[in-house]
């Protein structure tokens, strides 16, 4: 584990999210502080026949190499999305890449169509943090969070955010773009906590020192772990302003993603 990040508690963790849906294919491109990624997944309409990922931007040496277990899911049913799920276990996936390869296959009818989710979780202050997701522009939730369990809007009071989310998100919002965009926003808290540490200098935190359960993504997962490499100036402090994200502009000099 790092140390604490002396910086905590006056920053803001963003994240956006785009998808858009052409005839044959659903692009997805996802970029925050830890991350950036491109998505591509090809079908015929019933199924998907392929997955193209570009891993822009990662954490660990490791990370790309989960590029070939999100592949899995070519051939499977666009209309099955429990099974699309189950293909893609999380110790042998990148969440990231997972998370975007689901919204793809679920957007495959939506032709035409483009949806961009602007996510931002303040840094914990007095205990309690605020977690914001606006679509294509617009509030959509704000919910106010201690001890990682949402303490506001009222009707979703004492309901965690960590584990035993999607249990019950999948009952209380059901389904559409009110269940996509709620975990989202849950996805955005979770990789916020990464803002409390700090990884520097990165030679002495490969992955393998974190503490993470076995198996919580690819990288941690046993195979990938011994070897699993922070990655120098791949972490990025977007507090101040989104609109750099998404354009996934790259130093060529270190090969990471400066802002």
Known sequence: MGLPNPGYGAGIFRRR???R???GWVEVELEDSNHGFRLR???DGCRVTGVDVDPVRYPFTTCPEASLAVKRIVGAS???AAKLRESLPGGENCTHMADMALIAAAHAVDVGMERLYDIAVN????GVTTARLECDGELLYEWRVRANAIESP??????PLMRGFYAWAAQVFGGGTALEAAQALQRGFFVAQARRYSYVPVE???AITDGM???SCYSYNTGAVEHALRIRGSVRDYSESSECLLHFVTNPESGAVTS
């Open 78 to 80: 666009l209309v099955d």
């Open 213 to 215: 359960p076995t198996g």
């Open 41 to 43: 997944l090809h079908h």
């Open 154 to 159: 009222a009707e979703l009071a004492g309901r």
């Open 17 to 19: 999210l785009r998808w």
């Open 21 to 23: 849906a052409m005839a």
């Open 123 to 126: 840094d914990e202050r007095d």
């Open 204 to 206: 002495r935190y490969p």
